[in-house]
Nanobody, 124 residues
Framework: QVQLVESGGGLVQAGGSLRLSCAAS????????MGWFRQAPGKEREFVAA????????YYADSVKGRFTISRDNAKNTVYLQMNSLKPEDTAVYYC?????????????????WGQGTQVTVSS
């Protein structure tokens, strides 16, 4: 089992940037594909970005493509989400998640391990 702890959330003005981090512990980090998901108040959780275990493949939701970048540092057991040109509609609790799979998933229920989430608030 892997444990995940997110950090880096906060309050930022529209157009600003934040970098989220997710530190993993407990199992071999390089075995896991990693994903970022978010949930806004009153809305369902949605996929944001994912990266393969080798960091060779990345995937993005259309709503964040070109603004967000997912990356990982396997030496530090950490995955990052760099968020630029933030919009008020990006306001949500952001969660990182981990899965072991040959195929990187963009579906939340296919990720068995989740962090506690970090709040991102973008003011207009």
């Amino acid at each position: 089992q892997v444990q995940l702890v997110e950090s880096g959330g906060g309050l930022v003005q529209a157009g600003g940037s934040l970098r989220l981090s997710c530190a993993a512990s407990g199992r071999t980090f390089t075995n896991y594909n990693m994903g970022w998901f978010r949930q806004a108040p009153g809305k369902e959780r949605e996929f944001v970005a994912a990266i393969s275990s080798s960091a060779g493949d990345t995937y993005y939701a259309d709503s964040v493509k070109g603004r967000f970048t997912i990356s990982r540092d396997n030496a530090k057991n950490t995955v990052y989400l760099q968020m630029n040109s933030l919009k008020p509609e990006d306001t949500a609790v952001y969660y990182c998640a981990a899965q072991i799979s040959l195929v990187v998933s963009t579906t939340g229920y296919l990720y068995p391990y989740w962090g506690q989430g970090t709040q991102v608030t973008v003011s207009s």
